[in-house]
């Protein structure tokens, strides 16, 4: 499968834990994002990547959120000290050009 | 920033009917517009898009037109088929800008045999 894979797909965790998600982008593509959905809205854009540099990330939800992409390849994303309203659908996107590919999004369910 | 408004929330339609679903953005400089659909438990998936030198573009049963002077843009299905049953997207972003994308809140389209 050549397309964008994210891990896990599916993550339970107590309220007040870390939990970090993968992100393995198309291969030529430099750029990397990241979104969160909740049910009945469209994706909320978190922060993204060309190649390695981190370009916007103002938009990342609470300083509890940090992404990186270290060799420009794969992505994490990192929610510390996780809060019941942290759960949602994290989408990830590569691109090229304009258009996005999205991968199937890991679901964070917080107790 | 970007606002991107889209309607209607939920669309009900007979097979073989045609479904509309309008958008309207408030950033001036946006000029790439793409349309996703993604069905229950799936990834987005884009299925059409157009840029600001166009006002219209169309795949098949798929069509997207543009009106750069009002700030709308609309996705036309015809002749829908139950498979058409998902929610639909729409987004807008700046190419060769920032490339970060504006979502509307999707419109859930419901085909019925």
């Known amino acids: 499968d050549t397309g964008v894979s994210q891990d896990p797909r599916h993550k339970i965790t107590k309220r007040g834990q870390n939990v970090t998600f993968r992100c393995d982008p198309i291969s030529e593509h430099n750029r990397l994002y990241w979104y969160r959905q909740t049910l009945g809205q469209g994706p909320e854009f978190l922060t993204y990547f060309q190649n390695e540099a981190q370009l916007e990330k103002s938009r990342l939800l609470s300083d509890r959120f940090s992404a990186e992409r270290p060799k420009g390849s794969f992505s994490t994303l990192e929610i510390q000290r996780t809060e019941q309203g942290d759960s949602a659908m994290y989408l990830c996107a590569s691109a090229d050009g304009d258009t996005q590919y999205f991968g199937p999004g890991t679901r964070l369910t917080v107790l | 920033g970007e606002n991107v408004e889209q309607h209607p929330s939920t669309l009900s339609v007979q097979e073989g009917d045609s479904a509309v679903i309008k958008c309207t953005y408030s950033?001036?400089?946006?000029?790439?517009f793409p349309w996703y659909k993604q069905e229950l438990g799936k990834r987005p998936q884009l299925i059409i898009d157009i840029r600001s030198n166009v006002g219209e573009k169309k795949d098949q049963r798929i069509a997207v037109t543009l009106n750069k002077t009002a700030k709308h843009f609309s996705l036309h299905i015809t002749e829908t088929q139950p498979e058409d049953s998902a929610v639909y997207f729409c987004a807008a972003s700046t190419s060769g800008g920032s490339y970060i994308p504006t979502f509307g809140r999707g419109t859930s389209l419901i085909v019925h045999p």
């Open positions: 950033d001036s400089a946006s000029n790439y």
